[in-house]
């Protein structure tokens, strides 16, 4: 009877992986060492990139800002094709020449990113670019185009001019009667007919501040959001947010670590192999088949 091979043949021993990881151990640091500092030496070519940043208030009741807000949905986005029309023409020379003109406008979206939450009172839009000053310049781009872009008009412009007319007129005769009456109102003789003045007076004086604030508003909505919407203006980058060195540095040293252990244990397997013949013989089938020999 053929003795059968044991289940401890094919096993291979804690003590046999630490032989060959000391008989190869300075390789094992050496290479991966080798192309980490080479990767790192690479990412000193790679061109930077930097990135501006700036904070818009949504809430806390600022008219003006709900334009802001088309972000979430309305009209206007900051990344729509409009507004990156727009900053094509202040900037042409902005993303690579030679791409057609649906390739332009992609590389430039690729360099805006702009989020929005529910549960935040702010928008969050950065830009990048190869210098602090382009990162910067596009940012504040981004959000001047999409402000000119909100602003009322054609019939809503119309309409809200008509409103802060309407509004203008109503301001200065709630004004001219509420003078009228303080001019006066040492002349009412006390009792109800002095109540009645008296409460008439604070009326028009409630209706002439809500009317100034309504106005205030409307006057907003023309102009657009301003300053005011700002908690952060753009930022001037101090450091590039590409190339990540350390990062590839360090990736390029474990995946040349993992790859130089997978070789070594391979190489060591093979060496193992020569000297059984049966094994020997194929190797040499294989080398034969992928061209080897």
């Known amino acids: 009877m053929t003795d059968q091979p044991s289940q401890d043949d094919y096993e291979i021993s804690i003590l046999d992986i630490l032989v060959v990881l000391a008989e190869n151990i300075r390789t094992i640091i050496l290479i991966p060492l080798i192309v980490g500092l080479i990767a790192l030496g690479v990412t000193f070519v790679i061109p930077k990139t930097y990135q501006s940043t700036a904070l818009l208030r949504t809430s806390e009741g600022v008219q003006g800002v709900q334009g802001v807000q088309g972000v979430q949905g309305g009209p206007v986005d900051f990344t729509s094709v409009d507004v990156l ?81 309407i509004t203008e007129e109503s301001i200065r005769d709630l004004s001219l009667v509420a003078k009228k009456i303080s001019t006066n109102i040492d002349k009412v003789t006390p009792g109800t007919e002095g109540d009645n003045v008296a409460r008439a007076y604070v009326t028009i004086i409630e209706k002439l501040n809500f009317q100034k604030q309504n106005l205030f508003k409307l006057k907003q909505k023309l102009a657009g959001f301003g300053s005011e919407v700002f908690i952060q203006e753009p930022t001037l980058p101090e450091k590039p947010i590409k190339p990540k060195k350390a990062q590839i540095a360090i990736m390029a040293i474990l995946a040349a670590g993992f790859l130089t252990i997978l070789y070594v ?6 060496r193992n192999l020569k000297g059984d013949a049966e094994a020997s013989e194929k190797l040499a089938r294989i080398r034969k088949g992928i061209g080897l020999s």
């Not at 702010?122 to 981004?142: H, W």
């Not at 244990?265 to 093979?270: K, M, S, V, Y």
């Open 85 to 165: 029309e727009q900053i094509l023409k202040q900037q042409p020379e902005i993303t690579p020449q030679g791409l057609s003109h649906e390739k332009t406008l992609q590389a430039l979206l690729k360099r805006i990113q702009v989020t929005a939450k529910k549960q935040e009172s702010y928008i969050t839009v950065a830009a990048q670019g190869s210098t602090p000053e382009k990162a910067q310049l596009l940012c504040r781009q981004v959000i001047e185009s999409f402000r000119d872009l909100s602003l009322p008009r054609g019939q809503q412009l119309d309409a809200l001019k008509e409103e802060i007319k």
């Open 265 to 270: 244990f391979i190489r060591a397997a093979f």
